[in-house]
Structures are given as structure tokens and as C-alpha cells.
């Protein structure tokens, strides 16, 4: 009798974990993400790390949370500033050993739809990228484990973790998890070009020819002048997942960008075609910030390039000269597609008090 | 001036260790809704059955393109094609992909010459040399269309799929 009352209670036990492991309990609110139709729904969510209202809250509070840094100090948004589109304004950043990073802080805005992410590419999902920097001893330093069990004694993180999770340990997993919830919520829509393309806003002569520039492929044969930017970075998003050789250097030796990853000779100093949404607030440029304004960028791309044997097709090719060997903007257009490319600023995203440090009364040390 | 001098001695040296990457050395694979996958270096494809056809490139001009076509290549793969490409099988698509990320669509249906009527080559040569680099060495040419956007350079994985 005894035996069965055992094993009716596990099967009751079980029954109910069944129920509770999918770690959505009703009390959970769905996040409910919003964005222009124009973007498109070309993006996966994990099945097991779902948007909730809770889970995103929680995200945000551990992007602003310097505990998870080996020396309390440093937090996602050292590197990620949301007055400069989630991206810091030095060349190389600095985390927790004092040591400059490998590569430049990256804007994060519109992840949702980025499906490998770094200059190189080299992970697939937010989840498994949030760990790179949370361990890295340059960044902050700090294994998933020790983050989880710094959390795990304050009295602010543990029971909001069981809300969202269900457990009543904190685990690394559950850190990234919550921490690409909140990032999958970083949507940037709102620039003045956003409201142009609905029809919201009246462009001025000099920005209506940056657009112009940006958008054509130069024909001189057919007497059009163009830039020819939107071939890689076009589209309402601003932004295709391809990566490029952009003639940096006649070949890449200290940092080989996504060769790393390949192996393939074919794939030096490849690296990502970076959104341009916000790009006047990410300066400095490139993925080793080698380029400190807006004009230096062009000025590459109009004059200044390596030709290395894998250069990009379309940098290879583009000349508004017939049978001219660079791009040949004048000076006057290259203020033009600087004028356009200041209207890809979204302000509403970079003070949108969604996004902003939660922890109050204190920038880097929340409230225990 | 010194500058000058020095990137360009920069790119002669970038030139010699870069150089032409082995062309033997990049592959084309075909995986996905397949009996075999199958991944192909240039010489594997040099020796399957080759076609040459006209068309005419961004440049507005025609060029010959030399190299297999994809409904052989399928048919080694074993991809439904013919008789099979019916019923269900009708929802299969196929993603081409290219070393830098870009990706295009196809139906499996357009690709199925008795089907559309149409070749689609996977070319590996133009006007007689082996296609250059960022272009090459493999590339779709799908002569009927009238915007080469889908003429996809420097072909790397070909995956077929079904719509669910």
C-alpha cells in the first residue's frame, strides 16, 4: 500500500514537472514584437526562449548589470551605449583587463533578423553569441557559472528568475537566454528615412541627391552618376547578412576576418557588411575603427582601396568614369550621401525608455 | 608620395601571397532534400557532361558559358526530378548560396528543363576561360531572365528543400 502511494505521488510529481517544464506558465505575458511590415518576418526565435514581457524586463536589467563582469565594473552597455545605437565610440573597446578588444563595439539594433552574428560571423543565434563576451578575459571576463551564482545572492535577481524560468537556480543558459530576449526587442524603424519611405517626411535638394547616390549604380556610358551603397547595404533594413573584402588592406594579416572561421583563402579579410542604420552615432568605423568620420569612410571607398584578388565584385567594378579604375564621387556629392546617410539616425531608438539602464538612481551600479 | 609608394609595394606583396586562391581548393556541395549529397571540385565537374550556351550578362553583352547544368547535377544527387516531381514534390525549392551569405530561390520546378522548358547551367567557364575571380569558379547562369540577380557568383552550397 505503501509502495503504491510512493509511486502514485511520482507519477503525480512527474505529471506535474510535465506540465510545468515548458517554462511558460500563464502567469507569463507574450512580448509582442512590432515592426513595419516592410521588414519582413525572415527571423527565427528559438522554441525554447520565447519572448515574454518578464523574461525581456529581465534581459534588460542583466544588459545594464555589471555583476556579470569578473570586477563589477563592466556591463553589455559599456560597449553597447544606447545614446550611440548600442555602440561605444572607441576605436577598440576596453573591458575588464584594461586591454583593447580585438575589434570595434557593433551597433545593436535589429538583431531580431541577424542570423550569424560578429564582424565574422562566427555564431548562429543570440543565445549562443551572448556568451563571447560575458567570458571573454578582455571583455567581462567572467565564466556563465560564477555570473549565475553572483546573481544567485542578491536578493533582487533570484525570484525574478523563477518567474521567468520556473527554476529556483539561476543558470548561464538562462542569462544568455534573457539577455537575447531584451536584444530581440532592440528594433530601430524610426529614422527620418523610415518616415520618408511612408511618406512623413520632405527631403531636402541635398539629401534627396545623397539618396539618389546611394540607391544607383553608376552607368557612365548612360550618364548616371551613382555610389552604389544600396548593392550591399539597400533595403529598408538597411542591411543584408553578406560578407565582404572592402579592400581594408592589400591583404589581411593580423585579423583575417571571416577566413578564421572558413579556413578558405577565398574568405581574407572578409568581414560583415554592417547595418547603416544609426551609422552617423557609431563612428569610428570599420571593424577595427581604423576610420574616425563619415568622410574618411567614403573617401575609401572613392579613392583609397586595396584591389586584393577578392576585393568585392561590386567595389571591383563600380566607377562613374568610363573606364575609370575608382568610384570618382565629387566633393559636393559625397556631402550629398553624408546628408542621407544623417537621416538614417533614429532618435526614438536611442532614447526609447524601453531600452534604457532600469537599475535606478546609479549608472553602472544597480540598486541590491 | 611615400605612402603611395608603400601601399602599392603592400598590394604587390598582397598580390604574390594571395594571389590566385586554389581554384582546386573550392568546392560546390549539394545537400538538403538529396538521395547523395555530393560535394564537387572543379575537376569533378570537367568531367560530367558539359553545355555550352549564349546569354547575355549585366554588361548587356553576350557572352558562351561553358559547364554543367543543374538538372544533371540534381539527377546525380538524386533530387526528384522528371516523373517524380509531382504531388508533394512540387513544394520543394531550392536556396542557392554564395561565399559572402548572398541567397536566392528557385522552385525545384524551374530548375526541371522538361518541366519549364528552361536551363539553368551551373557555369564554371566564359567565353572559353575559367570564370575570374569573384566570380568564379562557380556561377548560375539562367539565360531567359531578363535581370541577372539570380545569376549567383561564387556558388557554394546548393540546398534543396521542402516548403512546410
Keep these: 500500500?505503501?509502495?503504491?502511494?510512493?509511486?502514485?505521488?511520482?507519477?503525480?510529481?512527474?505529471?506535474?514537472?510535465?506540465?510545468?517544464?515548458?517554462?511558460?506558465?500563464?502567469?507569463?505575458?507574450?512580448?509582442?514584437?512590432?515592426?513595419?511590415?516592410?521588414?519582413?518576418?525572415?527571423?527565427?526565435?528559438?522554441?525554447?526562449?520565447?519572448?515574454?514581457?518578464?523574461?525581456?524586463?529581465?534581459?534588460?536589467?542583466?544588459?545594464?548589470?555589471?555583476?556579470?563582469?569578473?570586477?563589477?565594473?563592466?556591463?553589455?552597455?559599456?560597449?553597447?551605449?544606447?545614446?550611440?545605437?548600442?555602440?561605444?565610440?572607441?576605436?577598440?573597446?576596453?573591458?575588464?583587463?584594461?586591454?583593447?578588444?580585438?575589434?570595434?563595439?557593433?551597433?545593436?539594433?535589429?538583431?531580431?533578423?541577424?542570423?550569424?552574428?560578429?564582424w565574422d560571423g562566427r555564431v548562429s543565434g543570440l543565445e549562443a553569441q551572448a556568451a563571447f563576451p560575458l567570458i571573454h578575459p578582455d571583455e567581462m571576463g567572467q565564466s556563465l557559472e560564477i555570473s549565475a551564482k553572483k546573481l544567485s545572492k542578491t536578493r533582487l535577481y533570484p525570484p525574478l528568475f523563477k518567474e521567468v524560468f520556473g527554476t529556483a537556480t539561476i543558470t548561464g543558459e538562462q542569462i544568455t537566454q534573457a539577455l537575447s530576449q531584451f536584444e530581440r526587442t532592440?528594433?530601430?524603424?524610426?529614422?527620418?528615412?523610415?518616415?520618408?519611405?511612408?511618406?512623413?517626411?520632405?527631403?531636402?535638394?541635398?539629401?534627396?541627391?545623397?539618396?539618389?547616390?546611394?540607391?544607383?549604380?553608376?552607368?557612365?556610358?548612360?550618364?548616371?552618376?551613382?555610389?552604389?551603397?544600396?548593392?550591399?547595404?539597400?533595403?529598408?533594413?538597411?542591411?543584408?547578412?553578406?560578407?565582404?573584402?572592402?579592400?581594408?588592406?592589400?591583404?589581411?594579416?593580423?585579423?583575417k576576418g571571416r577566413q578564421e572561421i572558413t579556413g578558405e583563402a577565398s574568405d581574407n579579410?572578409?568581414?560583415?557588411?554592417?547595418?547603416?542604420?544609426?551609422?552617423?552615432?557609431?563612428?569610428?568605423?570599420?571593424?577595427?575603427?581604423?576610420?574616425?568620420?563619415?568622410?574618411?569612410?567614403?573617401?575609401?571607398?572613392?579613392?583609397?582601396?586595396?584591389?586584393?584578388?577578392?576585393?568585392?565584385?561590386?567595389?571591383?567594378?563600380?566607377?562613374?568614369?568610363?573606364?575609370?579604375?575608382?568610384?570618382?564621387?565629387?566633393?559636393?556629392?559625397?556631402?550629398?550621401?553624408?546628408?542621407?546617410?544623417?537621416?538614417?539616425?533614429?532618435?526614438?531608438?536611442?532614447?526609447?525608455?524601453?531600452?534604457?539602464?532600469?537599475?535606478?538612481?546609479t549608472k553602472t551600479k544597480p540598486i541590491r | 608620395m611615400k605612402i603611395l609608394r608603400l601601399k602599392h609595394i603592400c598590394f604587390l606583396i598582397g598580390c604574390v601571397l594571395v594571389g590566385n586562391f586554389s581554384v582546386a581548393a573550392q568546392t560546390l556541395s549539394i545537400i538538403g532534400e538529396v538521395k547523395t549529397p555530393l560535394t564537387l571540385s572543379i575537376n569533378d565537374l570537367k568531367a560530367m557532361p558539359q553545355t555550352q550556351l549564349k546569354a547575355k550578362d549585366r554588361d548587356g553583352k553576350e557572352h558562351e558559358y561553358g559547364g554543367v547544368r543543374l538538372v544533371d547535377l540534381f539527377q546525380k544527387a538524386g533530387v526528384t526530378l522528371g516523373g517524380e516531381l509531382r504531388g508533394e514534390n512540387l513544394t520543394k525549392y531550392v536556396i542557392a548560396r554564395a561565399a559572402d551569405g548572398y541567397e536566392v530561390l528557385f522552385s525545384l520546378a524551374e530548375i526541371d528543363?522538361?518541366?519549364?522548358?528552361?536551363?539553368?547551367?551551373?557555369?564554371?567557364?566564359?567565353?572559353?576561360?575559367?570564370?575570374?575571380?569573384?566570380?568564379?569558379?562557380?556561377?548560375?547562369?539562367?539565360?531567359?531572365e531578363r535581370r541577372p540577380a539570380r545569376w549567383i557568383r561564387e556558388i557554394k552550397t546548393i540546398e534543396i528543400r521542402f516548403a512546410k
Design chain 1, 1 to 118: 500500500m505503501k509502495l503504491l502511494t510512493s509511486i502514485l505521488s511520482l507519477f503525480l510529481l512527474a505529471g506535474f514537472l510535465a506540465l510545468k517544464s515548458p517554462r511558460h506558465d500563464a502567469r507569463l505575458h507574450p512580448y509582442k514584437l512590432e515592426y513595419p511590415s516592410s521588414f519582413g518576418s525572415r527571423f527565427v526565435i528559438p522554441e525554447n526562449n520565447s519572448l515574454t514581457e518578464e523574461g525581456v524586463t529581465l534581459g534588460r536589467m542583466l544588459f545594464y548589470e555589471p555583476l556579470l563582469s569578473k570586477t563589477n565594473t563592466i556591463s553589455c552597455s559599456s560597449c553597447h551605449q544606447q545614446s550611440l545605437a548600442f555602440s561605444d565610440n572607441r576605436r577598440l573597446s576596453i573591458g575588464v583587463s584594461g586591454k583593447p578588444t580585438r575589434r570595434n563595439s557593433m551597433s545593436l539594433a535589429n538583431l531580431l533578423w541577424v542570423k550569424n552574428l560578429f
Design chain 2, 113 to 144: 528543363e522538361e518541366f519549364s522548358g528552361c536551363t539553368i547551367l551551373l557555369a564554371h567557364t566564359v567565353d572559353g576561360q575559367a570564370l575570374p575571380q569573384g566570380i568564379g569558379p562557380f556561377r548560375l547562369v539562367v539565360p531567359d
Design chain 1, 186 to 255: 532592440l528594433i530601430s524603424a524610426d529614422s527620418p528615412y523610415d518616415r520618408y519611405l511612408e511618406g512623413k517626411y520632405q527631403l531636402s535638394a541635398t539629401e534627396k541627391r545623397g539618396l539618389e547616390l546611394f540607391m544607383r549604380g553608376p552607368a557612365p556610358e548612360r550618364g548616371v552618376r551613382g555610389a552604389n551603397c544600396a548593392h550591399c547595404h539597400g533595403g529598408v533594413k538597411l542591411f543584408q547578412e553578406v560578407f565582404h573584402n572592402n579592400g581594408l588592406d592589400s591583404i589581411a594579416v593580423q585579423d
Design chain 1, 269 to 361: 579579410g572578409r568581414f560583415r557588411v554592417p547595418t547603416l542604420r544609426n551609422i552617423a552615432l557609431t563612428a569610428p568605423y570599420m571593424h577595427d575603427g581604423r576610420f574616425a568620420t563619415l568622410e574618411e569612410v567614403l573617401d575609401h571607398y572613392n579613392q583609397n582601396m586595396f584591389h586584393p584578388s577578392n576585393l568585392s565584385h561590386e567595389l571591383r567594378t563600380a566607377t562613374n568614369t568610363e573606364g575609370g579604375k575608382t568610384l570618382g564621387l565629387t566633393a559636393v556629392e559625397k556631402k550629398d550621401l553624408i546628408a542621407f546617410l544623417h537621416l538614417l539616425t533614429d532618435s526614438t531608438f536611442i532614447t526609447n525608455p524601453a531600452f534604457a539602464n532600469p537599475h535606478p538612481n
